[in-house]
């Protein structure tokens, strides 16, 4: 049974983010602690009392496609209108439409929850409010007002429809074309893996579709955004007629079955209306904003999974009794949380995933603090922050829920191979992240070349000298911090040099650092996370210093601190070896060797 990690959230939230700095924002002038933890704790009971029940059922009965639309499994429908009904789906959007204007940081938390608790339900909502926020950024004020206000209340959901059978991720292969009609567009072509692109929890879907309008340019400067409704809204802003667009199948997929995954079709019959978003051939910049949105969102599901593999298998190792461990002192078997190496597999399970919560969450605030606080100064830093974290948020944190995920299944021994158990439905489950969205190497190209190699390095160098100061200025007796403390600052030294060879190669032969691209974006996540537990360590050794009565849960931050600096943290030597001399090694093989 999952259990939300609100506890933890909330140490992150208010021991190592600042996040009263998110009072001085206008836009959430009406936040507060208080505010956060009735958030937390009532998203915490939805993901565990409505959400949870459904996983494995749902899992089992998987979406399924008929002839007049996709059916969601059972329990599905009644869940979303609790959703709905909770107000979870405004939580995030501007006041303006009826949302809640909430911060990201604290929606990103809460996310977390759908994500641990139901990942095939989380999707939609998540699709959506990406959706909302690429029209309130780009819509005319007429789409805003007709699309958005359903949108946030949820009584619509929304898609992201890119990819196409011949294209992949190469987008500047779209072919889906856009023909003028009047003062719209008609739409014909295909799109392929579009999550929720058709189902029935809502009564109607706005697509988000890229095409190319007739004599467009090629490539990606040809590109076009359109909002395509299953149903095209009446006078009165209700459904109407259907649209020229239909789901032809859903995909069998390894995991997430109770998410539908959708080819869609656009424009059988006359074409399907669409309405173009802001100006023409500017659609991928527009997309990006969704995108941007959904690779934070993805990359929290790697570690909400994570967290749901790491409860089970710890629940798992206190139950299962199996074998004498051998540093034990009473006879006969115990529960194999005592064998020395289930307790290995646990706490990396662990301090990673409480290391990539730190990370997610605090990626999440730059963005807050980049988009709305009075300073401009600070907004520009923060924003360019947030930036540069996204792809390591995303790659670094489903690349390790993978892993963690794995270890779950370890833990149960052969147990956890049959489906029986549900150890193995995370691992099926997270294995699209890093996928979704871009792929692992897309997000290290990005960060490179995007994020490190256009501003040389800027943005790193800066979080790096933050990342120093803030370790520096740690001043504990206690052995766990120190040693966290001191592995967290190697770390970070280690990190600077390797950001030194990627700038090199940037600027000398850039395929030399595209090529060692996603070891130097491990290498990233992995230092930020061993500087995060660190600071943890550090405020949980001052509160039990202070007569805390938490002390469990504390002791628990000293332990995961000190773990992730002797047995995670040491990988980076390995990585940031890889991105000094491992270039070569790829870039001097002749394809056809491989």
Not at 92 to 112: I, K, M, N, S
Not at 430 to 438: A, D, L, N, Q, W
Request: with cysteine.
């Amino acid at each position: 049974m999952y259990r939300a990690p609100v506890k933890d959230v909330r140490f992150v939230l208010r021991e190592l983010i600042d996040e009263s700095a998110l009072q001085a924002c206008s836009a959430f002038a009406d936040y507060s602690p208080d505010l956060a933890d009735a958030v937390l704790e009532e998203a915490g009971k939805f993901a565990e009392n409505v959400l949870d029940p459904l996983y494995k059922t749902a899992d089992r009965e998987g979406a399924k496609w008929t002839p007049d639309g996709v059916v969601t499994p059972a329990g599905f429908k009644a869940a979303y209108q609790q959703y709905v009904e909770g107000g979870w789906p405004s939580l995030r959007a501007t006041a303006h439409y009826g949302g809640q204007a909430a911060p990201v940081v604290l929606g990103t938390a809460v996310e977390e929850f759908w994500g641990g608790s139901n990942l095939g339900f989380k999707l939609c909502p998540m699709l959506t409010q990406g959706a909302i926020e690429a029209l309130e950024l780009k819509g005319s004020d007429a789409q805003k007002a007709l699309f958005l206000p359903k949108m946030v209340s949820g009584e619509w959901t929304g898609t992201m429809n890119l990819t196409e059978p011949q294209a992949g991720s190469d987008l500047a292969a779209v072919r889906t074309r856009a023909v003028p009609d009047g003062a719209n567009h008609r739409l014909f072509g295909q799109k392929i893996f579009i999550t929720y692109g058709e189902h029935d929890l809502a009564a109607n879907i706005v697509h988000m579709v890229l095409a190319r309008i007739d004599g467009a340019p090629p490539g990606v400067k040809g590109i076009s955004l359109f909002i395509v409704p299953k149903f095209i809204p009446d006078a009165n802003g209700e459904p109407g007629v259907r649209n020229d667009v239909q789901c032809l199948s859903i995909e069998h997929k390894l995991g997430i079955h109770a998410s539908p995954t959708c080819v869609m079709a656009f424009g059988q019959k006359d074409g399907a209306v669409g309405y173009l978003v802001g100006e023409p051939n500017r659609g991928l910049e527009y997309m990006f904003v969704m995108m941007n949105a959904a690779r934070l969102s993805v990359g929290l599901e790697g570690y909400a999974v994570a967290e749901r593999a790491f409860q089970q298998a710890a629940e798992w190792a206190r139950t299962r009794v199996q074998g004498k461990p051998p540093v034990a002192a009473a006879s006969g078997p115990l529960p194999i949380i005592h064998h020395p190496d289930v307790k290995r597999m646990l706490l990396t399970m662990k301090s990673q995933v409480e290391a990539m919560r730190a990370l997610g969450l605090y990626t999440a605030f730059q963005l807050d603090l980049g988009a709305a606080h009075p300073d401009a100064k600070v907004r520009a830093a923060a924003q360019a922050r947030g930036d540069l974290l996204i792809p390591i948020v995303k790659g670094w944190s489903t690349e390790t829920g993978i892993e963690v995920a794995s270890l779950g299944i370890q833990v149960h021994g052969g147990m956890g191979y049959v489906e029986e158990t549900g150890a193995a439905q995370p691992l099926r489950d997270v294995r699209i992240t890093t996928i979704y969205e871009g792929t692992t190497g897309i997000q290290s190209n990005d960060l490179v070349g995007r994020k490190v190699g256009r501003d040389r390095g800027a943005a790193l160098g800066a979080l790096l000298a933050d990342m120093e100061r803030e370790l520096g200025a740690i001043d504990s007796t206690e052995p766990a911090v120190k040693l966290a403390r001191a592995a967290a600052l190697e770390g970070a030294a280690t990190l600077r040099g390797a950001v030194g060879t990627i700038l090199d190669a940037m600027a000398n032969s850039p395929e030399r650092a595209y090529a060692v691209s996603v070891p130097f974006l491990k290498l990233c996540g992995l230092v930020m996370g061993g500087w995060l537990l660190a600071k943890s360590a550090d405020v949980a050794a001052r509160r039990l210093a202070a007569g805390d009565a938490d002390r469990e849960f504390l002791a628990g931050k000293l332990a995961s601190a000190r773990f992730y600096a002797e047995q995670v943290l040491p990988q980076s030597g390995g990585l940031a070896r890889i991105v000094g001399q491992g270039a070569a090694s790829v870039l001097e093989v002749d394809a056809a060797l491989i």
